[in-house]
């Protein structure tokens, strides 16, 4: 099984709904993040969080929100998808002691029409 | 200027070649630079890393890095199809967040 799993994998919503982007890890590590990739600018933070009681934002926040419902668990809200937030999303992880080494879950492909 | 720059290629090679890929970067706090390689429809998976100045080599992967010109390079030796991906520049100061490269896109042509 995967160390990093993403749901769903694939995605198509619609402008203003709301849609949550779940992500699990049983790597064990304390540090999770939450980035999008879009073609030309690579990854972006969107969210990160060290632990379960620390969430901080990243470098595109705005129109995302984020929940930490446990240690392995790291889910992306989108509140009112709109079509530029179609992108790949991916979810990572990290150690306290090795943040240099992050592990990707496979991604999310989101398209808002 | 952006924190860190990349080519983002496409970089197409035959086989057996020697490949460059090579970021740019800002801040000079970096000490942590690394090299991550995604296959298409995967996440990225870490390649390389390296802390601070020097050469790291590994099988036939060789990371360099030059602080004093902020520069990083990646060399891909006896390039194999199997290589092909796109390679993402990665670096990071100490208990900071990691900041990545918009990534290089490799063919490997056999």
């Known amino acids: 099984d995967a160390d990093v799993t993403q749901t769903p994998r694939n995605r198509i919503t619609k402008t203003g709904k709301r849609i949550m982007l779940e992500c699990s890890q049983t790597k064990g590590h304390d540090r999770m993040y939450w980035y999008r990739q879009d073609p030309g600018l690579g990854l972006r933070l969107i969210y990160y969080?060290?632990?379960?009681?620390?969430?901080n934002k990243g470098e595109i926040s705005d129109g995302y929100s984020v929940s930490r419902q446990a240690q392995a668990k790291f889910s992306l809200s989108l509140e009112s998808a709109i079509p530029n937030q179609t992108a790949l999303y991916f979810c990572?992880?990290?150690?306290?002691?090795?943040?240099?080494?992050?592990?990707f879950g496979p991604g999310t492909r989101l398209l808002v029409l | 200027q952006k924190e860190v720059e990349q080519d983002p290629g496409p970089l197409s090679v035959p086989e057996g070649a020697i490949v460059s890929l090579n970021c740019t970067y800002s801040n000079s706090a970096f000490q942590y630079f690394m090299w991550y390689r995604q296959y298409s429809r995967k996440g990225p998976e870490l390649l390389m890393y390296?802390?601070?100045?020097g050469n790291k080599e590994d099988g036939r992967f060789t990371a360099q890095v030059d602080k004093s010109s902020k520069y990083i390079s990646l060399f891909i030796r006896d390039s194999q199809p199997s290589d092909s991906a796109t390679y993402l520049c990665?670096?990071?100061?100490?208990?900071?967040?990691?900041?990545f490269g918009p990534g290089t896109s490799l063919s490997v042509i056999p």
């Open positions: 390296t802390y601070s100045s």
């Open positions: 969080s060290f632990d379960v009681k620390d969430i």
């Open positions: 990665a670096m990071s100061t100490l208990y900071d967040k990691v900041i």
């Open positions: 990572a992880t990290s150690d306290l002691a090795n943040q240099e080494t992050q592990y």
